[in-house]
């Protein structure tokens, strides 16, 4: 899952970068492999959450605020991010590139900051070694 918060991230900001040059055919493959890993990263953590269950925090003081903190806002940022993403590629490819730039100056921050925090929660609970079993 991480990774594909991790590839989700680059590609955003790939995407960003290039459609700032005029790129747009690359901004184009970019945005929809960010997609694509957010789809990804979706579906392992619903395949995670049903042969597993869910996964209990076991870190106590500074990490378990870190850990929360990062928790219920990449929940939060998650929930807005994937329907706003999905009505932003809907304009892209109806091309109504003005809806699709307004919808996406939202998105972007929202979206980025839902992956790395995504990434984060990932990195504590199990490469920190923070989860009480499995």
């Known amino acids: ?25 690359a901004h184009k493959a970019c945005m929809l492999s960010a997609l694509l890993a957010l789809l990804a990263s979706m579906g392992a953590y619903a395949v995670q959450e049903y042969l597993a269950g869910p996964i209990r925090f076991g870190g106590a003081g500074g990490v378990k605020i870190l850990y929360f903190f990062a928790l219920y806002s990449h929940a939060m940022t998650a929930s807005l991010a994937a329907p ?33 925090a995504g990434a984060a929660v990932f990195y504590i609970l199990f490469r920190g070694g923070h989860n009480v079993g499995l």
Request: aromatic share 10%; charged share 20%; net charge positive.
């Open 84 to 116: 706003m993403a999905a009505v932003a590629v809907y304009r892209a490819l109806k091309e109504d590139f003005d809806g699709h730039k307004k919808v996406a100056r939202l998105t972007l921050p929202v979206w980025f900051y839902s992956s790395v």
């Open 1 to 25: 899952m991480a990774a594909c918060d991790i590839v989700a991230a680059a590609q955003l900001l790939a995407g960003y970068v290039l459609i700032r040059r005029g790129n747009k055919e």
